[in-house]
């Protein structure tokens, strides 16, 4: 054999490797774990409850400071807009 046919092989090898443990992997998700990681704790376990809250109480802190990015390109946007016709009517 070729060096080259041999690195086609080793290649399609590799790759049928590659998706059969991916679809494995994919199959063992989909079946055990739910999609959420801090649902796969037991409901009783303390320290997994600890970081539940301290996960809720990162979203509310976070979601302000989203709203902020949010207005802030928005009022860019239409001030951009507005200075456009404004020009554009001043050149004519």
């Known amino acids: 054999m070729t060096t080259t046919m041999m690195m ?3 290649l399609v ?3 049928m490797t590659t998706t059969t443990m991916m679809m ?3 199959l063992v998700d989909v079946v055990m774990l739910s999609g959420d990681i801090l649902e796969n704790y037991c409901y009783s376990d303390d320290l997994v409850n ?3 809250v301290l996960f809720a109480v990162a979203v509310m802190l976070t979601y302000p400071i989203e709203c902020f990015v ?3 390109v928005s009022g860019s946007t239409q001030k951009d807009l507005r200075d456009r016709r404004r020009r554009r009517w001043n050149c004519q």
């Open 8 to 10: 086609m092989m080793m």
């Open 13 to 15: 090898t590799m790759t």
């Open 24 to 26: 494995m992997m994919m």
């Open 50 to 52: 600890v970081a539940r």
């Open 70 to 72: 949010t207005r802030e």
